[in-house]
């Protein structure tokens, strides 16, 4: 049988990978370690039992917009909702980009703003940044001036370098941008600053943000953006009919009723990250400053493949970024619970010492 070849532009792209291994210590794919709240699973199992199975949910899912809108203070119509800030990023390059335009990223930073970006059909223009991984004015101003691209990409706290892009410079990317400028901030609770201050109804900014991280729900696939309502308007268009299953909407209104405990994770995270930073900071390891959920960090006398390596054989994985672009010899930890950390910062120590692999 032939094969059918597929869309010639897609041919040379490859697919976003991130492995999933048995171990006992779960740190590469900056989850939070939490279960939600018990009473989050009690009131979700009671609300299941009465959904009405034979019926199409809410299609603008309106009670979960209006949940979300109230805990960021804007409009239920500056929230559009899809399935991960995944889907959120697909319908906003689908409405936006697409063959004939640019889409601007700045590397190293989340793969996938590019990746979907090319797969709609678009140019991806990659500006580059410092080598401290901060945001080169310059080199923004002349990626953008070169390339006039319809969507520009911020993400603060970055993945995988852990940066929160100040205030002043997303100001200055957003007047300058000629079309969107879409800020994720799919850790941006775990930040000091948030870009959602910043919408309005003239300004062409967008923050996404998800329920996977800070929220306890990446098992349930659920995000959302900040918006100004035309453009929101134009996403509802593009995006499928009752994308948003009835389960899924349920849980995400709930979940926003558990602020106080959301925000009380977030802390405890917070606390452990900087702990963590500190005792990594005191090994022999350069350690990049986070704001969100995970550390990147290049250990200095041993390859950052074999740390991963010696780490996986004490059970605990975290993800090897040293094959990725710019970021040679690098690894991003997640932060777990209290005992994870310290399961990993022992297993480090020893995978930075150990001559042959244990
Ligand atoms: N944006 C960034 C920067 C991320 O790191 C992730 C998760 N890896 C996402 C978006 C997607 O998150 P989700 O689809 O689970 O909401």
Redesign the pocket.
Known sequence: MTRVPVRDDLSALEGYHSPQVEVDVRLN??ESPFAPPAAWRDAFAAELSRVEWNRYPDRSASALRAGIAAVHGVLPDQVFAA???????QTLLLTYAGPGRTVATFEPT?Q?HGHIARLTGAAVAEGERAADFSLDMAQVRKVLAATSPVITFL?SP??PTGLVEPEANVREVLAMAPGLLVV?E??GQFADWSAVGLIDEDSPLVV?R????TWSM?GS???YLIGPSWLVAELDKVVLPYHLDAAKQIAGRLALTFVDEMEARVQFIVSERDRLSAAMATMDVDVFPSGANFILFRPRCVAGKVVWQRLLDHSVLIRDCSGWPRLSDCLRVTIGTAGENDLFLTALAAALTSKVAS
Do not use: H, I
């Open positions: 794919t900056n399935n991960g800030s995944n889907e959120v990023l989340y996938l993400c970055n993945n994720d799919a850790y996404t998800t329920f996977s991280k990446a696939r659920l995000g």
